[in-house]
């Protein structure tokens, strides 16, 4: 059996203002366990990957229009 994921997005969009938009179609999985990196060139999306995980989207006008976000994370870490 493979490892759960913690993390799981699933083809997400995210537009900026209502207009611009900066991700589509990104998915990626975290396993428990692991350490994923994300790379990519200046202004690719990473930090918008990051904050539309982190619930930091919508102080920079920024909104998730497509897909969904599931973490299954808990606090504990033992
Ligand atoms: N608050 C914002 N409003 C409008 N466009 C933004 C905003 N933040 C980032 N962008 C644009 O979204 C794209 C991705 O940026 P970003 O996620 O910061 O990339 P990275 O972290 O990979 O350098 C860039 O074209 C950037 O100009
Ligand atoms: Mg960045």
Same mark, same amino acid.
């Given at each position: 059996?493979?490892?759960? @994921?913690?993390?799981?997005? $699933?083809?997400? &969009? ?6 611009? =938009? ?19 060139? $200046?202004?690719?999306?990473? @930090?918008?990957? %990051?904050?539309?995980?982190?619930? =930091?989207?919508?102080? &920079? ?7 969904? %976000? ?9």
């Amino acid at each position: 059996m493979s490892t759960p @994921s913690i993390l799981t997005v $699933n083809n997400i &969009e995210v537009i900026y203002d209502h207009v611009i =938009l900066v991700l589509k179609g990104v998915s990626m999985s975290v396993p428990r366990g692991k350490i994923v990196a994300l790379m990519g060139a $200046n202004g690719a999306g990473k @930090s918008t990957t %990051l904050k539309s995980i982190s619930t =930091l989207l919508r102080g &920079e006008r920024g909104d998730v229009t497509k897909a969904a %976000l599931n973490s299954t994370a808990s606090a504990s870490t033992s």
